[in-house]
Structure formats: C-alpha cells, structure tokens
C-alpha cells in the first residue's frame, strides 16, 4: 500500500510549496510531488531533503535527480527521491549424485573399439562410508535496506531432501548421505536402499551381463554358457550353469546342477554345493556335495561328498583334503577315474621332516661348541679366582658363565629328543 504524506505535516515550506510524499508498499522506493504557490516560486533541494528527513526517508537519497527536479522547477511531476537496496536471495541448494540414477544396460566399448556386450555394469558396489549423494549449497545471500534504513533479511534458498531408504546414514553437518554397510544401490525416484544381496529376476546372460558384486548374489533363473558371477560372499542359483564362470568368496550353491562343457569353472572359499556337475572345473576350500559328478576336475579342501539316488563319481580327476565319500566310484565301461587325498598338513610333515632333522643336526652341533667354549671359560676363571683374592667381579663373571652353561646343556637335551623323535621309525 503506497504512503501518502502532503505537505510538511500541515505546514507549508518556506516557499509556501506543497510537497506531497509517497512511499511503495516494500518500502523501497520513495516519490514527491511538489506543488507550487500561487507564485510558482521554486523550492531548493536542500528544502526537500529536509522534508524527506523529517518523514524518517534517510537511506538511498536520489540527491542528483532533486537537485535536477528543483533547478528545472518539474512541478506536479511525480518524482523518485529515494531507492532502497533490495535484497539478494540465496539460490537453491542442489543435489549431486555419485552413482548412476538411471541405467541404459548397452554395452561398453573397449579401448581397442570392439563392443563389450557381457559387463553391463548393472551391478552398482559402495562400501560402508561411501559417500552417495551430497547437497551442493549456494553462497550466502545480502540483506538489502528500505528508504527507512531498515535492514531487510534475505531470502535462503531452499534445501532438496535426501533420497529415503534402508542401510544409509546422514551426516552430521546434513550435507552428505553415505552408505552404513557394504552392498549394492538400488534407486528408483527418490528411494534408495542398499542392499547386501542382489537378485538376478532371470537369466544372467545378455540383458543382465557378467554381475560382480561384493555381497551375496542370487540368480532366480539359469546362468548360461559364457557369462560370470562373482561375488564377495554367497552365490545362489535356482535354476542351472552351463559353461559360465561362479566365483564366491563363501560358498556356491546350484539347484539343478551344471554342465561345464568343458570351459566351466566353480571356485569357492567354502563350500559348493549342485545336483550334478558334469564336464567342469570345481575348487572350493570345504566341501563339495553332490549326487553325481561326471568327467570334472576337482579340487576340494576338505570332503568330496557324493549322497543321492546315485551317488556316483566316474571320469575326470578328484582330490580331496581328507575324505571322498560316495556310493560308486568309476564305471564298468573302463573311464578312466583318478581319485585321491592331499592333506597339506601330511605334505608338509612328510616333506619338511627330512630338512627339519638336518636343520636340528645343525642347531645341535652349535649348541655342543657354545657348551664346549663356555666350559674352557669357567675353567680360566677359576684359575684366576685365588690370585684375585675373591674378586667380586670375577666370582660375578664365574655365575654368568654357570648359568650359561646350565641353558646350553638344556637347549642340546632338547634337540637330541627331538632328533630322536623325527628318527624314530613309523609302527
């Protein structure tokens, strides 16, 4: 609503002009109109500026157009005397993203030009701490001032929300949004989870690609010949694996079994578990379980352990760390079938017994000669012992020299029983 003052508050100038006062709704800017006497004598800028002090108009003062306004005598033009200084907003605050929101899933290409169409990277890993997505701030606004001198508070820029979901922490300045566990993004609109496993909802094969993934992956469906899944923990598959590529830092399990054809390759930490395995390469440092396992090359670090309708283990080479169980092993139709148990503990005994026993004949021999120096000290120590009437640094010297002794003859029975027990011939 505009401010409307005339004259000096009923009081004419000493001109005798009328001055009519007229202020903006936001307070900045100021008008006047000067309305003259009947003489139309002119009204000096030293008079209006008193009458906009007097009015408390103090900030902004336009003193070059008064001076203009009063010298070409503009009456009864409405007049802009005072400006204000407005405010200076603070932009919005934006959010940054450090994953990717959207996925194309087309293929990469390499260095070289080719086309990648197997790693899609669908698959998006952090770690805990990762940092997801941070709010980018705007610098500071200005308060600006009205024609009254009154300061006027700037307007802050508004602050986006952070995506909501499971497994993510906000920090405590509220700037940045990190991961509280290792896992995978999972982002639709404005939700965002992390998750320690992922789930294939199909096949992995060329709509899903190769999937690494630091977690636990599950594949609904098959994983077919020529794609990879690998995984920091467990990897599990509902349906079959037929000349692909499984690598888990815990244990692989497969519902129905896999068919290598001859390129495939299980690898495991722990354990690894199918229905059938057939023409592949399993290395697993537990067990590995299974009804039949036919012409694969396995390595398993504690059990082969074949339980089912069959059984049965024919063709191929197995070696286990300590025990291979099943119901038939080989077949009547003379396929070659190599089986057999490798304990690195029985290695390392029977291959390190041998360099043990000459290391110890070693150790013995130069345990003898230190006894042997420390005896002909003692006996020179003694010889001195009389002539230096019971000095008290010689009979010092005479006890240190015992002790030694006493340890040197301890540590030479210690390696002659140990000797004796690598000597001795097994029952």
């Given at each position: 609503m505009d401010r409307n003052k005339a004259g000096t508050n009923g009081r004419q100038t000493q001109s005798k002009a009328s001055i009519n006062l007229k202020v903006s709704a936001d307070k900045m800017a100021a008008f006047i109109t000067v309305t003259p006497d009947a003489d139309n004598k002119s009204i000096s800028s030293d008079e209006i500026i008193a009458f906009l002090?007097?009015?408390?108009?103090?900030f902004g003062l336009c003193?070059?157009?008064?001076?203009d306004f009063c010298a070409n005598k503009k009456f009864n033009v409405e007049l802009l005397c005072a400006r204000g200084m407005p405010p200076v907003d603070q932009e919005d605050a934006h959010m940054e993203y450090m994953f990717k929101t959207s996925h194309s899933a087309l293929p990469t290409e390499r260095e070289d030009g080719t086309v990648d169409f197997r790693n899609l990277g669908i698959v998006q890993n952090v770690s805990k701490g990762d940092v997801l997505c941070r709010i980018i701030t705007a610098p500071e606004g200005k308060d600006g001032k009205d024609v009254y001198g009154t300061p006027v508070k700037y307007k802050e820029g508004r602050i986006p929300n952070f995506p909501t979901g499971s497994n993510t922490v906000i920090s405590d300045d509220k700037l940045t949004l990190s991961a509280a566990i290792d896992g995978c993004i999972d982002y639709k609109k404005d939700i965002l989870n992390i998750n320690d496993t992922f789930t294939v909802r199909g096949d992995v094969d060329s709509a899903s690609g190769n999937i690494d993934f630091l977690g636990t992956v599950i594949v609904q469906g098959d994983v077919l010949e020529g794609f990879s899944v690998k995984a920091g923990r467990d990897i599990i598959v509902r349906g079959?694996?037929?000349?692909?590529?499984l690598d888990a830092g815990e244990s692989i399990t497969i519902s129905n079994?896999?068919?290598?054809m001859g390129k495939g390759l299980l690898k495991a930490k722990?354990?690894?578990?199918?229905k059938y395995f057939e023409n592949t390469?399993?290395?697993?440092?537990g067990n590995i379980n299974a009804d039949v396992i036919m012409n694969c090359i396995v390595h398993s670090g504690n059990a082969i352990i074949l339980k089912?309708?069959?059984?049965?283990?024919?063709?191929?080479?197995s070696v286990a760390g300590k025990c291979i169980y099943a119901n038939t092993i080989g077949s009547n139709s003379n396929v070659k079938t190599d089986i057999s148990i490798q304990s690195d503990v029985l290695k390392q005994f029977s291959d390190g017994s041998e360099d043990q026993l000459k290391e110890l004949k070693r150790d013995l021999t130069q345990a003898t000669n230190d006894a042997n120096v420390l005896d002909k000290q003692l006996i020179k120590a003694k010889s001195i012992l009389p002539a230096s009437k019971g000095n008290p640094k010689i009979l010092l010297l005479i006890k240190s020299i015992i002790k030694n002794k006493a340890d040197a003859d301890a540590r030479i029975k210690t390696i002659k029983k140990q000797i004796q027990q690598l000597d001795k011939p097994a029952d």
């Open positions: 002090k007097e009015n408390s108009i103090v003193s070059g157009s008064i001076e079959m694996v037929e000349g692909a590529m079994g896999m068919n290598g722990e354990n690894v578990t199918g390469r399993i290395e697993c440092g089912g309708r069959h059984a049965l283990l024919v063709g191929g080479k």
